[in-house]
Nanobody
Framework: QLPLVESGGGLVQPGESLRLSCAAP????????IGWFHQAPGKEREGVACISASGDTTDYVASANGRFTISRDNAKTTVYLQMNSLKPEDTGGYYC??????????????????????WGQGTQVAVSS
């Protein structure tokens, strides 16, 4: 098991920023590729951003490109999602997920929910004026 804990959500106005964090207390995230997923009220969970275990590869859903940035800290204990220029449609739960693959796959990541084995409980983001 890999317990994942998200933090950093909150209520902001359109155009403002938030930084979400994903950590696994007592564990390193170094072997895992990590995804951030968004679930708007009444909708399915969808991939927003992902980062490979190596940190060399990232991918974003089109609506997040240019606004969101996923990164890993050097100690490989936390993965961040920097969200800028937030819009009302960004409202919802944000979940981080982790998957551990063979070392030959360290440079890939995925935006699909079925690629991940471990999930956090989520943090809520509300964007409203």
């Amino acid at each position: 098991q890999l317990p994942l804990v998200e933090s950093g959500g909150g209520l902001v106005q359109p155009g403002e920023s938030l930084r979400l964090s994903c950590a696994a207390p007592g564990n390193t995230l170094e072997p895992y590729h990590i995804g951030w997923f968004h679930q708007a009220p009444g909708k399915e969970r969808e991939g927003v951003a992902c980062i490979s275990a190596s940190g060399d590869t990232t991918d974003y859903v089109a609506s997040a490109n240019g606004r969101f940035t996923i990164s890993r800290d050097n100690a490989k204990t936390t993965v961040y999602l920097q969200m800028n220029s937030l819009k009302p449609e960004d409202t919802g739960g944000y979940y981080c997920a982790a998957a551990r693959l063979p070392r030959s796959f360290r440079d890939i990541c995925s935006l699909t929910t079925t690629s991940y084995h471990y999930w956090g409980q989520g943090t809520q983001v509300a964007v409203s004026s």
